[in-house]
Nanobody, 120 residues
Framework: QVQLVESGGGLVQAGGSLRLSCAASGFTFSSYAMGWFRQAPGREREFVAAISRSGGNTYYADSVKGRFTISRDNAKNTMYLQMNGLKSEDTAVYYC?????????????WGQGTQVTVSS
């Protein structure tokens, strides 16, 4: 059974940091590129960051570039999102997802999400 479980969300003040984790099971983690997405209330889900199978290539939305860092540990079947310099507009539910190709917009597996709230 495929599972993606996000953790690490919470309430933080503007300018603060959080580190999200995404624990994967039920599939060959190292064979999948991974991504982070977020959805704020009343808005569509948006891409945040993605990482290739090996972790050698990373991609970011312009809105988070320079503040967020995506990484993965294939030995632990876990992906991370280090978020620094958080802003109120980063408030959203954050989802991790898996795809066979980092160059596609189609993701095969999704987690349930973790809430990130940034207070100003």
């Amino acid at each position: 059974q495929v599972q993606l479980v996000e953790s690490g969300g919470g309430l933080v003040q503007a300018g603060g940091s959080l580190r999200l984790s995404c624990a994967a099971s039920g599939f060959t983690f190292s064979s999948y590129a991974m991504g982070w997405f977020r959805q704020a209330p009343g808005r569509e889900r948006e891409f945040v960051a993605a990482i290739s199978r090996s972790g050698g290539n990373t991609y970011y939305a312009d809105s988070v570039k320079g503040r967020f860092t995506i990484s993965r540990d294939n030995a632990k079947n876990t992906m991370y999102l280090q978020m620094n310099g958080l802003k109120s507009e980063d408030t959203a539910v954050y989802y991790c997802a898996a795809t066979l190709s980092v160059y596609t917009s189609h993701y095969d597996y999704w987690g349930q999400g973790t809430q990130v709230t940034v207070s100003s």
